[in-house]
């Protein structure tokens, strides 16, 4: 397992060497969601009974800083690597796709609760947060980073430039984040698009994550805990089978 070791030690140096802005600037960005969304919709937006909304929308900004920073971590390191040709040092020695898989995806796992970490240690300063069910909110903070760190896994193999990573954290990960129930609770919203809420996987790890907290939620906690695995199962196969495929990588 040394060269597991060695890959996921390189790919935390990557990230913390640069920590003001991979995970720094990340907690200040929630900040300012915090302050401008609890100024703005404090008492306009009606969430769980006796949950004000700053206390309602701290878990969703820290589980959204957490998703959104693991899949930056394992794609980012992805596509540079390939861009820069960097990457055929990582092919060359005898690593399997499980010790790639492994080490890439602890290591956005990683990436995504220090910041959603930072996050939460910024904000609890605005209105004290309670916690319902810990053992719920570590649950849905590890697999939504490795559910992200997987997706960014996957983009960073299928994309052969920044334009083409873009495009998929602009058009899949950020409208899936942001319409997940960040910043509302899916019980407020029509029974139409509530339903069509039902099919977003990253609503269940948010109101999952949230249900830790306030110990309430949208759905069942324990469906949504399924769900979210099941979910990552099916990434992490498919991740796997094109690592040991070497698509895109050695061909």
């Known amino acids: 397992m040394s060269g597991f070791r060695t890959l996921f030690y390189k790919e935390l140096l990557r990230f913390w ?12 960005t929630a900040l300012l969601y915090l302050t401008i969304f609890g100024h703005a919709l404090r008492g306009h937006v009606q969430v769980y009974p006796g949950v004000e909304y700053t206390s309602f929308l701290i878990p969703g900004l820290v589980m959204m800083s957490v998703l959104q920073n693991a899949f930056a971590n394992s794609s980012s390191s992805l596509i540079q690597s390939k861009i820069t040709g960097n990457l055929v040092f ?13 080490a890439y995806v602890l290591a956005a796992v990683a990436r995504g609760l220090a910041v959603g970490f930072g996050v939460f240690i910024v904000t609890i300063w ?16 590890i697999f939504g980073a490795a559910i992200l760190g997987t997706l960014g896994l996957i983009a960073g193999i299928w994309a052969d430039k920044f334009d083409q990573l873009a495009a998929f954290q602009n058009f899949l990960i950020m409208p899936l984040t942001f319409l997940s129930g960040v910043f ?15 099919l977003n996987p990253f609503f269940y790890m948010i109101d ?27 990434l992490a196969v498919v991740a796997m089978r094109m690592l040991a495929s070497g698509y895109k990588l050695r061909h």
Do not use: C
């Open 17 to 28: 060497k640069v920590a003001f802005q991979t995970v720094l600037a990340p907690v200040i």
């Open 90 to 102: 990582v092919l060359l020695p005898p690593l399997s796709h499980y010790e790639m898989f492994g």
């Open 208 to 234: 999952g994550f949230r249900y830790g907290f306030f110990g309430m939620s949208d759905i069942n906690p324990l469906a949504s805990l399924a769900i979210v695995a099941g979910f990552f199962v099916v």
């Open 126 to 141: 605005f209105v004290p947060v309670s916690f319902s069910a810990p053992l719920y909110i570590i649950l849905f903070a």
């Open 184 to 198: 509302y609770s899916t019980h407020t919203l029509p029974p139409v698009w509530r339903e069509v809420s039902r």
